[in-house]
Each structure stands twice: as structure tokens, then as C-alpha cells.
């Protein structure tokens, strides 16, 4: 497969990560002929984030497809109704149905380690005299609860390197559903202290996915990156023309 009738792979990252999470996978997507794209996520709103990472959609030639992880599964949910994706690709993702929040999809289930790890810090919002929250994960317990099977020294980098997600994001519904309209693939980490592992399915279930589990931690991209590689080209492969 050449790369001019090749997808772009657009990589979002979640909460608490950059793009910087999919560092094994990057290079072997490239190494396969296809064009990649992992832009930073503000991580400050799911309508704001979900505008952005759609506006980048947009400016590429072609089509897409769109992969998410953690929260960012959230945004391409919304995101990915734009006219030139072809497929959705969600790891250990939040598959969001229409007019739902994060916190209402996962308030439906036991919570995970996440819970007791969360640090809420005041932040100030330009034009407003009441500050906003930032939510992130204790250092200590981020490789526990977060990457468990990743390098030690890595996760030692990944955890006081977080990109905080607003409160706010938590309660924002998604006002648009992809995966009604797009074939959508999700990865299962069935060994996640983050996300419950059954809203995953829950989700992933509902929208009708193809669906593959792996016993790794939340960090599955960069404990079983070849898992993930072999996700990405399956969807496209099926969506490619």
C-alpha cells in the first residue's frame, strides 16, 4: 500500500499524557509507508478540544483516520464526523454515546485506582475572576495506577510531565456520536487501573466496534505497541480506497 492512497493516522492522546505516549508507535507507523499526525491536545474542554482536533481533520488532504486514547477516545467521538474520516480507532477510549458525559458514562460502573490518585489544583481562566480546576495524578501513585508494565524510567518522565485535563471536560456531553456513522475498532486494556476496563466494553459494545483485548495497563501504546500498530493498519486496510 503506497502512501498516496494511505489515510493519515491522526494519534490523540488523553488526559494526563501528551503526544509523547505514542513514541513506539510513531515510528513504526511511518516505517509502514503512512503519513502520521500527533497533535497536542489542549486537554481544557471536550467541545474546545474536540473543535481543535476536528479543525486539524480538516487541513489534511485526504482521509483520516482518527485514533484516540483514554480521553481522547471523548474527543474523537465528537471530532470524527468530519467529512473526511474514514475510521475511528479507540485505546482503552471512552466511546461516548450522544448527548453523554465522561462522568456519566463511567458514573455507571465501579471506579477504578484513578479516583484516589486524582490532584485538584486551582488555575486561574483568562476573564474570569473564579479560577478553573485542573485535575492530574499524584506522581507517586501515576505508574501504578496509569503504567504499570511501561519502563520504570519512562513512567518516571511521563508522571511529572502531565498535561492536566480541566474539570470541566468531566461534564461537557458530547453533542455528536462518529461511531454511529463511522466503522469504528477499539482496544480493551484488560489489566487498566484508570479507566474500568468494563466501561470500555460498555462502550465499545453499544457502538457495535470490532473489538480486541490486551492485558496491559492504562499506557497500552507503550506496554504493547505492536498491539496497537496491528490495530491501526487492520482499520486501514478496511477503510483505504
Known amino acids: 500500500m503506497s502512501r498516496s492512497d494511505s489515510p493519515t493516522v491522526v494519534l490523540v492522546h488523553g488526559a494526563f499524557a501528551d503526544a509523547s505516549s505514542f513514541a513506539r508507535v510513531i515510528p513504526e507507523l511511518i516505517a509502514r509507508g503512512l503519513d502520521v499526525v500527533a497533535p497536542a491536545v489542549p486537554n481544557r474542554s471536550l467541545l474546545g478540544d474536540s473543535a481543535y482536533i476536528a479543525s486539524i481533520v480538516r487541513g489534511i488532504r485526504g482521509p483520516v483516520v482518527l485514533v484516540g486514547h483514554s480521553y481522547g477516545g471523548a474527543v474523537i467521538t465528537v471530532a470524527g464526523v468530519e467529512d473526511n474520516v474514514r475510521a475511528l480507532v479507540y485505546l482503552a477510549g471512552y466511546?461516548?454515546?450522544?448527548?453523554?458525559?465522561?462522568?456519566?458514562?463511567?458514573?455507571?460502573?465501579?471506579?477504578?485506582d484513578l479516583a484516589t490518585a486524582l490532584v485538584h489544583t486551582p488555575v486561574p481562566i483568562e476573564g474570569s475572576t473564579a479560577p478553573g480546576t485542573d485535575v492530574s495524578v499524584e506522581i507517586d501513585k501515576f505508574p501504578s495506577v496509569f503504567a504499570a508494565d511501561v519502563d520504570p524510567r519512562v513512567t518516571a518522565v511521563l508522571a511529572v510531565s502531565q498535561r492536566p485535563l480541566a474539570a470541566q471536560a468531566f461534564a461537557e456531553k458530547a453533542p455528536k456520536a462518529a461511531w454511529k456513522t463511522r466503522p469504528s475498532w477499539g482496544l480493551v486494556a484488560a489489566a487498566d487501573h484508570t479507566i474500568n476496563p468494563e466501561v470500555q466494553r460498555y462502550g465499545y459494545q453499544r457502538a457495535g466496534m470490532t473489538t480486541v483485548e490486551v492485558d496491559s495497563s492504562h499506557l497500552v501504546?507503550?506496554?504493547?505497541?505492536?498491539?496497537?500498530?496491528?490495530?491501526?493498519?487492520?482499520?486501514?486496510?478496511a477503510t483505504a480506497h
Open 221 to 237: 501504546m507503550l506496554a504493547h505497541p505492536e498491539r496497537v500498530i496491528e490495530l491501526i493498519e487492520e482499520a486501514v486496510r
Open 95 to 112: 466511546a461516548l454515546e450522544e448527548g453523554e458525559s465522561l462522568g456519566e458514562l463511567q458514573g455507571g460502573f465501579p471506579g477504578s
